[in-house]
């Protein structure tokens, strides 16, 4: 008996005529939405992605987005994908995550290079914050939706893992997942994130972080006058252990007792300095640095509202001033970067492959020591 070729497999003359005929406009319709959650969302609700969002964002660290949107073209979606591609799109608010928005208080034209250019590398530090995150949420309880309604409603304290918080700002929606949030109520008392580095310190990125969830609390008709913000900086690859969360809240709200005010100095014009000014306290520990501040309005708002211009299409994105950020940078190392201000280390491996859809720039750190 003869093995039947691969031309024998049934529709597969019609899976490569349409992944020929309508794989670029998807790959164009997916990239267009900003961010992870919405490209998910999006195939999710065309009913192209049937798995949760989290089997998306594997499929895309693992394959790349070529490789995930290329494996959705077999032959049962295939008028699916046809009528998400062709049917009338509703014109959508632009839409960014609080971490892509925190990002661009290190450097804008990096976020806005990560949008417009494929490039893949390696980077140490997400991967051990990926793993210190899930062993922090391995340790809550669940809860469902309903007993967060009714404990919210009953004025029960609340101490809330990765709770999903969205809220339309300045004509743009910002969505995120905040590590740990306690309510009293419609009282927010602490926002908490949890930052995995091997330097202890808290950067601009981390301050705008916790204020967009305080905003975006605020908007969901939270009270944030007595908001406090608590930034926990952790070694990279430290064991965590059960409990520790609620000791740096503790830890936190004890900090906070001994005085602490918001205040707003910074001067009014320009690419704002979330640190400039911040009334904080700190506590170091053997096992974590802690940084505790109250939640200012005015602070968040004029940060936010920066960030936002860019998403809404007010302006152009800007680059960083610093030639440190510009010579570690892999979008330099490519060179991808008209606004750098120096040039790049040398010693990044940097390799330019054919992708599907254009160029796909693959830079690797250096091995070497520095
Ligand atoms: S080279 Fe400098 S300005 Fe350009 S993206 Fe990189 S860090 Fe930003």
């Not at 077999?74 to 049917?87: K, N, P, S």
């Not at 391995?138 to 918080?165: D, F, H, N, Q, Y």
Request: aromatic share 8%; proline share 5%.
């Amino acid at each position: 008996m003869t093995q039947p070729s691969l031309l024998d497999v049934p529709h597969l003359a019609d899976i490569a005529r349409a992944r020929a005929a309508l794989a670029p406009r998807l790959y164009a319709i997916v990239s267009a939405t900003n961010s992870l959650r919405a490209a998910w969302e999006s195939l999710h609700n065309a009913g192209l992605f049937a798995e949760p969002v989290g089997r998306f964002y594997a499929s895309v660290r693992r394959f790349g987005m070529d490789g995930t949107l290329d494996a959705l073209f077999t032959y049962d979606r295939l008028d699916a994908i046809r009528a998400f591609v062709e049917g009338p799109r509703e014109p959508q608010v632009p839409r960014v995550s609080v971490s892509t928005l925190s990002n661009q208080f290190y450097c804008e034209m990096q976020v806005h290079l990560a949008r417009t250019h494929s490039l893949r590398t390696e980077s140490v530090e997400l991967a051990a914050g990926a793993a210190g995150h899930a062993a922090f949420e391995a340790e809550a309880e669940e809860i469902s939706p309903e007993e967060i309604t009714r404990a919210i409603s009953a004025g029960e304290p609340l101490e809330l893992v990765e709770m999903p918080l969205s809220a339309e700002l300045h004509g743009v929606r910002l969505v995120g997942r905040a590590d740990r949030i306690h309510l009293e109520g419609r009282r927010a008392r602490l926002v908490l994130e949890f930052k995995f580095s091997g330097r202890r310190e808290l950067f601009p990125s981390h301050v705008v972080q916790v204020e967009a969830y305080g905003r975006m609390l605020e908007a969901n008709s939270f009270n944030t006058e007595r908001l406090l913000h608590c930034v926990a900086v952790l070694p990279r690859g430290r064991k965590v252990t059960d409990g520790l969360a609620a000791e740096i809240a503790a830890r936190a709200v004890a900090a906070a007792g001994e005085g602490l005010s918001a205040i707003d100095n910074r001067a009014p014009a320009g690419q704002p300095d979330p640190l400039a000014g911040l009334t904080f306290r700190r506590v170091d520990d053997e096992a974590f640095g802690l940084w505790v501040f109250r939640h200012h309005r005015a602070r968040a708002e004029r940060d936010l509202a920066w960030a936002l211009q860019y998403w809404a299409g007010h302006r152009a994105p800007e680059g960083t001033v610093s030639r440190g950020k510009c010579k570690a940078c892999h979008f330099n190392a490519a060179n991808l970067c008209d606004a750098a201000k120096a040039p790049p280390d040398g010693r990044y491996a940097v390799k330019r492959t054919e992708g599907r859809y254009g160029v796909l720039h693959v830079v690797q750190p250096s091995m070497a020591k520095r």
